[in-house]
């Protein structure tokens, strides 16, 4: 029994749960004691939700849903909109030097697992404006 559950039925304060949570699969094991008898009060998502912010969304619905819903991953293609949103918004935040080199870490995220992700993130690593990156992501 995971002392994270023996903490929540202790303490009077929420108890939220965090690590390793990557899909909605493992989101809905962590939520709840594996005896079924405790709840966490949440979870927090971190590296997880770097390149993949509809995970969010995605685990949201999957602890809403009776019985637990299971998912399916967005083709690449449909995440592009969004990705040169989080770009323009960055670039606007930071300015273009600092909004780019922020942005590397996310782009490396957003083509992780895609066929020759290595090649783009070599690519998006090379890029110093938003139209070279828009150019990369026109490419895959």
Avoid: C
């Amino acid at each position: 029994f995971s002392p994270i559950y023996l903490a929540k039925q202790t303490l009077d304060i929420p108890v939220i749960g965090n690590g390793d949570i990557d899909s909605p699969e493992k989101a809905q094991k962590r939520i709840t004691s594996p005896d079924g008898k405790t709840t966490l009060d949440g979870l927090m998502i971190g590296r997880a939700s770097i390149g993949n912010p509809w995970l969010l969304e995605e685990i949201h619905t999957s602890l809403q849903a009776t019985p637990p819903k299971s998912h399916k991953e967005k083709p690449f293609k449909q995440k592009i909109p969004t990705i040169k949103k989080h770009l323009k918004l960055a670039l606007k935040l930071h300015g273009e030097r600092v909004g780019l080199l922020e942005m590397r870490k996310h782009l490396a995220g957003y083509i992780h697992g895609i066929p020759n992700a290595s090649k783009y993130r070599t690519e998006i690593m090379k890029t110093s404006s938003e139209k070279e990156i828009i150019e990369v992501l026109k490419s895959i």
